[in-house]
């Protein structure tokens, strides 16, 4: 899979057969109307695989499923592992594929971080290993059915964490001044509204409920940061590295937040027009 383009590492819901709506469990809270077992098909998934309130999850209690995003694991296992075969048929009722939706969402999360790799021209000399590392893993994530229950996607993550660090340098070197070090940082509520944080290290942070409106988040290093309920309005994300569709859909934004080119622009950001998973 070298060259794995972004529409192919995007949830595709038309081209999956509902799996993320059966295979995870949901726990009654602000983010889910009620509980669901893992392996229990939600009440409000329909026979053709479709969401009977997608265009209203938010209004209907669902927020937590207007975040979720699979990377396109969804539909490679629908179409492409199981060969388009229905988990209701299933000899096993789908057990087989609901467990194999988390293995390969995590494989489908690393291509998606070394595509971005292969496409930064400040990491061009990283470009030939990011290549050959996207080749493995999209060779792992075409592993017959039977051999899915083997594929150890932490290992994975782990042979290219330092690939994906010195990328990060490389492009992070770019940005003007004192490159600040927050990896990791509890910033919990914390009020960054127009702080300068361009080419910062926020690796891992703890952003949930950070103020972050018209920060200057240019060049930052946002992998695995956790903006649930950021307020990212008007605040400056262009060439920040990592950023994934999971951490816009669950901050705020508006029309003036100004994002990375691959993820889409939320649909229930403020002002938005754009489409946002689908």
């Keep these: 899979m070298t060259g794995a383009t972004s529409a192919a590492l995007r949830a595709?819901?038309?081209?999956?057969?509902?799996?993320?709506?059966?295979?995870?469990?949901?726990?009654?809270?602000?983010?889910?109307?009620?509980?669901?077992?893992?392996?229990?098909?939600?009440?409000?998934?329909?026979?053709?695989?479709?969401?009977?309130?997608?265009?209203?999850?938010?209004?209907?209690?669902?927020?937590?499923?207007?975040?979720y995003d699979c990377f396109g694991a969804g539909q490679h296992l629908s179409q492409v592992t199981f060969g388009g075969r229905d988990w209701r048929g299933a000899a096993d009722g789908g057990a087989a594929m609901f467990a194999a939706l988390p293995l390969m969402?995590?494989?489908?999360?690393?291509?998606?971080?070394?595509?971005?790799?292969l496409a930064l021209d400040a990491a061009a000399e990283l470009h030939p290993q990011a290549a050959r590392a996207a080749e493995r893993i999209g060779g792992l994530t075409r592993s017959p059915a039977v051999d899915l229950p083997a594929l150890d996607p932490a290992a994975e993550r782990a042979a290219v964490n330092g690939l994906l660090l010195r990328a990060s340098e490389l492009v992070r070197a770019?940005?003007?001044?004192?490159?600040?070090?927050?990896?990791?940082?509890?910033?919990?509520?914390?009020?960054?509204?127009?702080?300068?944080?361009?080419?910062?290290?926020?690796r891992g942070a703890y952003l949930i409920g950070?103020?972050?409106?018209?920060?200057?988040?240019?060049?930052?290093?946002?992998?695995g940061a956790d903006l649930r309920d950021a307020d990212l309005r008007g605040a400056d994300l262009t060439g920040a590295l990592f950023v994934t569709q999971t951490q816009l859909n669950a901050a705020r934004g508006d029309a003036g937040t100004r994002i990375p080119g691959r993820p889409l622009r939320p649909a229930h950001w403020a002002g938005s027009a754009a489409p946002g998973w689908s």
């Excluded at 969402?105 to 790799?117: F, P």
């Design 210 to 223: 950070a103020d972050l409106r018209g920060a200057d988040l240019r060049l930052a290093d946002l992998i």
């Design 12 to 67: 595709d819901c038309a081209a999956c057969t509902g799996l993320c709506c059966v295979a995870l469990a949901f726990t009654r809270s602000a983010d889910f109307a009620r509980d669901k077992r893992a392996g229990e098909p939600c009440t409000h998934l329909g026979p053709a695989h479709r969401c009977g309130i997608h265009t209203r999850l938010r209004d209907s209690g669902y927020s937590g499923c207007s975040v």
């Design 174 to 202: 770019q940005a003007p001044g004192r490159r600040r070090n927050r990896r990791g940082a509890d910033l919990v509520g914390a009020r960054l509204r127009g702080a300068d944080l361009r080419g910062a290290d926020l």
């Design 105 to 117: 969402r995590q494989l489908h999360e690393l291509l998606w971080y070394l595509t971005e790799v």
